[in-house]
């Protein structure tokens, strides 16, 4: 399924966005602080209703729809992680199953299945009886994809899924993210992850988007002095050949 | 696992259900005046069959029908909607140390039930201008709070807490200030005594608006049992969960809202009931909503018919308010609870 966003806009902070990603594709969003990353991507999961455009999946408008039903279709994991009782990982994970259930309907035989394929397929079947507030946050962000999955949507969006962990957790989380076959929108922060892991990525500056399109046409030295201030040096991934930045902070450079 | 969960909780309700029908003719049986426990059950079948009782026996009968089975019943419908209430509030405001009172709207009940007792105001009612005026001033409290808490963005945890406190201190402040200006002692022990929770008094007739307000109440979380786990998670996942985060917290303000007027009016601001019990049931079930409102309300009942025997038991012929007992078993709960291993009392 895919998803594009048709100009939206949101007074003051984003104007005319229009980006998209194709079925199956993982496309990333980067750009510097107050951009407008996260603003966009709330308009996606309708956390924030935007003042103009429109969010289209498979050419439907996402925003006229029930909350209930496009939860069935778009999942997102958001940078709001407090959790304020102590639910364990199996019941965090059934949460998923909440857009597909009415108001006295018991889990099936199904939804205990999918949330327990969901943990497997993201490595925390051991997980389950845990309580989340203990885990990790390497661990929790996989537990929270779980849940994404068991809503099975079409469309996974993600808010800076690699926030707050170390290197390995990143690289696990961004190729299990890759792994999943979904269509992805995600904000990054790491221009080498979003260009190691992304088919595609848009760059937001000011609440615009300047460039989209492969990692190596758009991710260059030139657009990263421009939008970010910084200078940088493209060198080639040794291993896996992916174009890389290599940064010079201003004030040190001779 | 859930599996686990679910095998573990039935047998905990039926269990808990057995409980309250002893705690019920326990509640009954006890007092000043003890009535043996068979008789009781005995008077209870009369009653309700229609069956014969002697003429010595009518004295009995009339304590156990007329006096202590209307307050043994609001006992347990208040101690039912406290906790239940106390569930829904502390995933509504996202907050693990919220409780029926933190909205403030016990604290606007209690200037008009303070007022009636200081004043005299609703003189005409009789017996029930205290509660009419408790409704009627946390109907007031409910809205202004309300007013004040809510943005464009719909009501925020943050918001309601904070606003709730605040209205709060005011309401007391008021209801200081009646207490202080009262004509005589009487009426302002009548007023702290009213503050701190009591049964004493009830009749049949305060019994079915409280029961239906509290089944109804119940009945309607339990439908949104399922919605107020996603809650909990935070507005931004419920959203993406399909939750509609404003419309549901404003009802469930209104609901929560509705159900502790009517159970502070009836019996007063019960002090720990709707903070301690949602804890204590979590630590046995988990924080599965669908399970914690089944429990909850089965354990806060059976709980605060103990409370008010022991109000009635510890100081015979005196009365003590069921705040006092509340508070003098609720503090060194919580502390337990709070320093025990593997429970994690509130979000990280």
Redesign the interface.
């Known amino acids: 399924m895919d998803l594009e966003l048709d100009s939206i806009s949101v007074d003051g902070i984003v104007d005319g966005i229009s980006l998209s990603a194709g079925t199956g594709e993982v496309v990333g969003v980067v750009g510097p602080n107050g951009s407008g990353k996260s603003t966009t991507l709330r308009c996606v999961y309708r956390a924030l209703k935007p003042s103009g455009g429109a969010v289209l999946l498979d050419g439907r408008d996402l925003l006229s729809l029930p909350l209930k039903e496009s939860a069935r279709r778009l999942a997102a994991l958001t940078q709001d992680s407090h959790v304020e009782f102590d639910f364990t990982v199996a019941e965090v994970v059934a949460m998923g199953r909440l857009p597909h259930k009415g108001a006295f309907d018991r889990d099936t035989e199904r939804d205990h299945d999918l949330v327990t394929d969901a943990l497997r397929r993201v490595d925390a079947g051991h997980l389950a009886e845990r309580s989340f507030l203990t885990l990790s946050g390497g661990e929790r962000q996989r537990v929270l994809i779980a849940r994404a999955l068991v809503q099975e949507p079409d469309v996974l969006v993600l808010d800076e899924p690699t926030n707050h962990l170390d290197i390995r957790h990143q690289l696990d989380v961004l190729a299990l993210v890759r792994g999943l076959g979904l269509t992805v929108l995600m904000v990054l922060h790491d221009l080498n992850l979003a260009a190691a892991y992304c088919d595609r990525v848009h760059v937001l500056d000011g609440g615009r988007v300047v460039a989209g399109g492969k990692p190596a046409d758009v991710l260059t030295p030139d657009l990263v002095q421009a939008v970010f201030g910084v200078r940088a040096h493209l060198v080639q991934h040794p291993v896996s050949g992916v174009p890389q930045l290599l940064f010079e902070h201003p004030e040190v450079s001779p | 696992?859930?599996?686990v969960r679910v095998a573990r909780t039935s047998p905990l309700v039926v269990l808990l259900v057995v409980v309250l029908a002893a705690s019920v003719v326990a509640g009954v049986a006890l007092g000043p005046v003890s009535i043996p426990f068979g008789r009781v059950v005995g008077f209870l079948q009369a009653a309700v069959t229609g069956g014969r009782i002697e003429a010595v026996d009518a004295g009995q009968y009339r304590i156990v029908w007329d006096i202590r089975l209307p307050r043994v019943l609001l006992a347990a419908v208040v101690g039912a909607g406290l906790s239940v209430v106390g569930v829904a509030i502390?995933?509504m405001v996202?907050?693990?140390l919220a409780d029926p009172y933190v909205l403030g709207i016990s604290s606007g009940a209690s200037v008009g039930a303070v007022a009636v007792a200081t004043l005299g105001l609703f003189a005409s009612l009789g017996i029930y201008a205290m509660s009419a005026a408790a409704f009627l001033s946390a109907l007031g409290a409910t809205a202004l709070v309300y007013l004040a808490a809510r943005t464009r963005a719909g009501l925020t945890p943050l918001r309601l807490v904070l606003t709730g406190t605040a209205m709060a201190y005011g309401f007391q402040a008021l209801t200081l200030l009646l207490v202080f200006q009262a004509p005589h002692g009487e009426a302002a022990r009548a007023a702290m005594f009213w503050l701190l929770g009591s049964l004493g008094g009830v009749t049949w007739g305060a019994l079915p608006v409280a029961a239906a307000v509290v089944a109804v109440g119940t009945a309607y979380l339990l439908?949104?049992a399922?919605?107020l786990?996603?809650l909990?998670?935070?507005?931004?996942?419920a959203?993406?969960?399909?939750?509609?985060v404003v419309r549901m917290r404003r009802r469930l303000f209104v609901v929560t809202a509705g159900m502790t007027g009517v159970l502070v009016a009836v019996s007063g601001a019960v002090g720990f009931v709707g903070l301690m019990l949602p804890h204590l049931v979590?630590m046995v079930v988990?924080?599965?909503h669908r399970r914690v409102l089944v429990v909850a309300p089965l354990a806060g009942a059976s709980f605060l018919i103990w409370v008010d025997v022991a109000a009635r038991m510890v100081a015979p012929p005196e009365e003590l308010p069921l705040g006092v007992i509340t508070a003098a078993l609720g503090v060194p709960c919580f502390v337990f609870l709070m320093r025990r291993r593997g429970?994690?009392?509130?979000?990280?």
């Open positions: 696992m859930t599996a502390q995933a996202r907050n693990a439908a949104n399922r919605r786990n996603g909990s998670m935070g507005d931004e996942t959203t993406t969960l399909g939750i509609d979590r988990g924080s599965d429970y994690v009392f509130g979000g990280s």
